[in-house]
C-alpha cells in the first residue's frame, strides 16, 4: 500500500486526543477548537465509539451506526467549513472499537474525512507517521484489537486473544501466533525512523503512562501488575527511538502518576487519555515535541 500523505495546514502545530469512547461533547469541543485553532493536523489515538458499541447496536441504547451517522458527518461539515485550512486527521480504531466498522473507517478515508493509518504509514511534511491498534490481552472480551504482546503469555486476570468475541471472521492460526513485537517490526521494517511519529493505543510497559488502579488487587491469590502496558511497545521504542509516540488506552495513568508526558531515550511518549468528563487536548510541534502541553477542556 502506498503512503497516505496529509497535507494540513502548514506545519508545525498538531493536536492528539484519545479515547473520547463516543462521547459526543468531547468530539463537539474538539471541533470547536480545531476551527478555531487550525492546527495542520489531528491524531486520534483509539477507542472513538460509544464503549459496548459492539456488543448490542440498539438505537435506544445511544449507540447506533456512530461512524456513519456522526463522526464522519461530522468531519465532513468541519471539512466544509474550514476548506484549504482542513488538517490532516491520522486515526486509528482502539481495543474498545470493533473491527467489524474498519470498513466504515475506510470508506470515509477513501472520500478525504480523514487518514485511516491503522497498521500503515504516512507523512505529514517531513514527518513519518505510524499507526498501530493493538494492546496486550486484558481482562475484557472484545478481542477484535487484541494481541499477544512478545509470547503467548497473559497476565493473571486477563483473557486470551485466543478467547473471548469478535465482530469479524478472523484467522485462528494467526491470533495463535501473531505478537505485538512482530507487527511493529514489520510495520517499520528498516525505515530511519528519526522522524517518526508513532500513534500507537497501547503504552509502553513500566511507565508513568501504563499505570492503572490496580493497586492490591488479585485474581487467583496472585497479585495483579499495575502496569498494563506492552512490553512490545517499550522494547521498540528503546530500539528504534522514534521521535515521538502518542498513546492512550490507560484512562487513570496521569491521575495516578502525575505525568502524562515521558522520555525513553531520545524519544518523547505521551499518553492523551484521560479518566475525567473533560477532554483532554495535547498540543505539540513535531519540530519539537518535548515542549508539548496539555490543557483540559
Known sequence: MGQLTGEGA?????????????HRDRYEKLFALVA??????????GDLQPTG????????????????????????RLRENLGPSYPAVFLIPGNDDPSS??????????????????????RLGRFQVYGYAYVPPTPFTLKD??????SRFVDPGCISPEEGRRTVPFDANKVKWSTIQ??????????????AI??????????????AALDGKQCDHVPLDVHVGSIAVRRFIEQRQPLLTLHGHVHESTRLTGEWK?????????????DGRELAVVRFDPESPAGATRELV
Open 262 to 274: 515521558t522520555r525513553i531515550g531520545r524519544t518523547i511518549c505521551i499518553n492523551g487519555a484521560h
Open 182 to 195: 512482530q507487527d511493529l517490526a514489520a510495520l517499520a521494517n528498516d525505515d530511519v525512523l528519526a522522524d
Open 53 to 76: 458499541s459492539w456488543y448490542a447496536k440498539k438505537p435506544e441504547e445511544g449507540c447506533g451506526d456512530f461512524v456513519r451517522e456522526y463522526l464522519w458527518p461530522a468531519f465532513e
Open 36 to 45: 478555531v485553532e487550525q492546527p495542520s493536523a489531528v491524531f486520534l489515538g
Open 198 to 211: 508513532f500513534l500507537m493505543h497501547a503504552p509502553p510497559y513500566a511507565t508513568p503512562l501504563d499505570r
Open 10 to 22: 502548514g506545519l508545525p502545530r498538531c493536536v492528539f486526543v484519545t479515547d473520547l469512547h463516543g
Open 101 to 122: 466498522e474498519e470498513p466504515s473507517f475506510l470508506e470515509a478515508a477513501s472520500r478525504g474525512a480523514w487518514l485511516y493509518i491503522q497498521g500503515r504509514k504516512g
Open 145 to 150: 484489537w487484541e494481541r499477544y504482546d512478545v
